[in-house]
């Protein structure tokens, strides 16, 4: 059963940065793309960005763009993503997950194992 873990949620000022993580076990990262999801209170779950094996970013959705990062460390078996100039849009629990079979794949339903989420709360 591949698993995989997020931390570094909290809470942070607008404007400020985050950095989550995401320890991915029992598959060896280099043969797999990671993507990042959020859900806000209220919304349903969207794509973010992810991180192909190659380590080529795909961008999700615009509303990230020039403000987050993605990158992976496949000797660690870890993904992270570097969010900056925050904002409270960006309010939401994120996760991680993996297509085993098709790579990067921005539909939800197409995951094949998601972590249980870490929660990032943007607030004065």
């Known amino acids: 059963q591949v698993e995989l873990v997020e931390s570094g949620g909290g809470l942070v000022q607008p404007g400020g940065s985050l950095r989550l993580s995401c320890a991915i076990s029992?598959?060896?990262?280099?043969?797999?793309?990671i993507g990042w999801f959020r859900q806000a209170p209220g919304k349903e779950r969207e794509g973010v960005l992810c991180?192909?094996?190659?380590?080529?970013?795909?961008d999700y959705t615009d509303s990230v763009r020039g403000r987050f990062t993605i990158s992976r460390d496949n000797a660690k078996n870890t993904v992270s993503l570097q969010m900056n100039s925050l904002n409270p849009e960006d309010t939401a629990v994120y996760y991680c997950?993996?297509?085993?079979?098709?790579?990067?794949?921005?539909?939800?339903?197409?995951?094949?194992?998601w972590g249980k989420g870490t929660l990032v709360t943007v607030s004065s």
């Open positions: 997950a993996t297509d085993l079979l098709d790579g990067c794949n921005p539909d939800l339903g197409a995951m094949d194992y």
């Open positions: 029992r598959i060896t990262l280099d043969f797999y793309a």
């Open positions: 991180i192909s094996m190659k380590g080529e970013s795909i």
